[in-house]
């Protein structure tokens, strides 16, 4: 055993056995590195700008088998007994140092930041928290890769008739990871209409079905599609509804190429779409998974919305990318070695639910990246640490939580910033816990819930493009800076006192990453929306209107990173 790596395994049994209150261990310590010994940051570059994946590879370099970053190199690296990062999505360069008053306990304890490069402001918020806590790695061949299995063989392909408990057994991520964000389904047409009735949570003594598969058939009257016939179906395959349904308005086309519809199969028929959606909601609650190809359309056609959806036109992505989506009847026969939707007669709404449903059992089963061209795997941020021996806490709102902890993860599921706070500060202080994430959340809701009040969001924009269209450029040099709200300021102070007091809980020795992810993000998706929505009436130029989106994305998309430990 070499010097190095007998002098690395002593550190570690120190700070597995000999850890003192603070985290300093009183004993190895100093017969290792002596007496004065303590980790350093020593930043390679002065001017640099860092991304997502450089703070992540900051803590797996420090915790796990990572690769050194070349932009910080860290002196004794062994004596950091636990790093904690927080994430303050929200706060953007411009806005950090606008208000550097408000933030004054945020510089003193962390330094001065680093700019962080956010993702597009074109991807949902969801997308940034994935790139913090998932890792990516090279595929590994094998004859048979455990992320693709042989297709030669159809049976290791059909998983219906399984159990829910049975099917979700070791699985990489959980079922929820694969739902659409609110975002995503606004991107994929998904309405959230006022008059549609929305699915209710689950009464207490009800048994629940945790996923179900949906699909449903429409012919054409003269309001344009029409719903004729639904059809549920549950893990195992067995059917629990498929019924026909009788349009509002007189049939002009069974379109039966695609609905398999007929004059004959529709006399008689005595079912209204008040009748089925209310059997349609005594099957799926508000907790139900519902699985479907291109699902929109059919909770458009039942007039129904529901928040928890997997859609495989959105699951497997594209060759092309885009807004491109691959056919049902192409993914069966290439992931499910299955032909569907060959006959004559139309498409049969039971064959597709459960082809929608098996090819979600695949993703579900094998992992995000099945059937995914990159040769590429993802794998929980806390999973490697915890394979590299490390423990993990995660304290974050249900959805982070049951999306992103390990196993062997200490999940805690918090409500708001200040239980965060509280639960963080406890793990903090867990000795035997070497990786802690949490999350301060206020300042983007804040910027959530203004982004969708009509007249803040006007205001804001007159005010922005007031300051974007001076006449000339001495005017332009003069004219006031974009005022920050009282609310916004008061907000902002609070996560300065939360954030000084997570940091007076760290251990001597701790790193503490701070990292903003993005700026207000919100307000550049519902300006994004009103431009793109036709309908909507634009008190403004709509040029000017233009102007300031690209203000508003350029800021959003300057994050910041802060990085130290704690002396």
């Known amino acids: 055993m070499s010097s190095l790596k007998r002098k690395h395994d002593a550190v570690e049994d120190n700070l597995d056995g000999g850890e003192s209150a603070d985290g300093c261990d009183k004993n190895g310590f100093f017969d290792i590195y002596g007496p004065e010994a303590k980790p350093e940051l020593v930043f390679n570059t002065p001017d640099i700008t860092l991304n997502l994946q450089d703070v992540q590879g900051l803590v797996t370099w420090v915790l796990g088998e990572g690769y050194m970053p070349s932009w910080v190199f860290i002196k004794n690296k062994p004596l950091i007994p636990k790093v904690v990062l927080l994430y303050l999505p929200g706060l953007d360069a411009a806005l950090y140092l606008s208000q550097s008053k408000a933030l004054a306990k945020l510089k003193s ?276 640490l915890n394979e590299s021996g490390k423990t993990t806490s995660i304290v974050d709102n249900i959805n982070i939580v049951k999306r992103y902890a390990s196993e062997s993860s200490n999940a805690i599921p918090v409500c708001d910033d200040d239980e965060a706070l509280s639960k963080a500060m406890k793990e903090v202080k867990n000795r035997r816990s070497q990786f802690v994430w949490t999350q301060f959340s206020e300042l983007n809701t804040h910027f959530q819930s203004r982004a969708d009040d009509p007249e803040k969001l006007n205001s804001r924009l007159a005010k922005m493009i007031s300051l974007l269209t001076c006449s000339n450029d001495s005017e332009a040099e003069k004219r006031p800076k974009s005022k920050v709200s009282a609310e916004t300021k008061e907000i902002l102070k609070k996560m300065d006192e939360r954030v000084h007091a997570l940091h007076t809980a760290l251990p001597t020795n701790a790193m503490f990453i701070v990292c903003t992810g993005h700026g207000d993000t919100s307000i550049v998706h519902r300006v994004r929306k009103m431009l793109r929505d036709e309908k909507s009436e634009i008190g403004f130029s709509r040029e000017n209107v233009v102007k300031v989106l690209e203000e508003l994305q350029a800021q959003a998309e300057v994050a910041l990173c802060f990085v130290g430990i704690k002396q």
């Open 109 to 384: 304890c962390c330094g001065n930041p680093i700019p962080l490069l956010a993702l597009s402001c074109a991807v949902d918020e969801m997308k940034t928290v994935d790139t913090i806590l998932t890792c990516r790695g090279k595929k590994k061949k094998s004859a048979t890769s455990p992320m693709e299995p042989p297709l030669s063989k159809p049976e290791a392909c059909n998983l219906t008739g399984k159990s829910f408990i049975e099917l979700t057994k070791d699985i990489p991520f959980p079922v929820v990871y694969y739902t659409l964000s609110r975002k995503e389904m606004e991107q994929n047409g998904y309405k959230f209409e006022t008059e549609f009735i929305s699915t209710l949570p689950a009464p207490s003594e009800s048994c629940l079905h945790e996923i179900l598969a949906l699909d449903c058939e429409m012919c054409i009257t003269k309001d344009g599609f029409e719903l004729t016939r639904v059809t549920l179906v549950d893990i195992e395959g067995q059917v629990l509804l498929d019924k026909l349904v009788k349009p509002t308005n007189h049939i002009t086309d069974y379109n039966t190429r695609y609905s398999g519809i007929t004059a004959e199969m529709m006399e008689g028929v005595a079912t209204t779409i008040r009748d089925i959606q209310e059997e349609f909601l005594k099957l799926v609650f508000k907790e139900t998974v519902l699985v479907g190809h291109s699902l929109e359309n059919d909770l458009v056609s039942l007039k129904i919305s529901h928040n928890l959806v997997i859609d495989t036109a959105v699951l497997y992505k594209h060759p092309r990318g885009g807004s491109y989506k691959t056919k049902l009847r192409i993914l069966a026969k290439k992931f499910l070695a299955r032909e569907i939707q060959m006959s004559e007669s139309g498409h049969d709404s039971v064959e597709d639910a459960k082809a929608a449903m098996d090819l979600a059992l695949m993703k579900i089963k094998y992992g995000p990246e099945f059937g995914s061209p990159p040769e590429m795997i993802r794998k929980k941020l806390l999973t490697v």
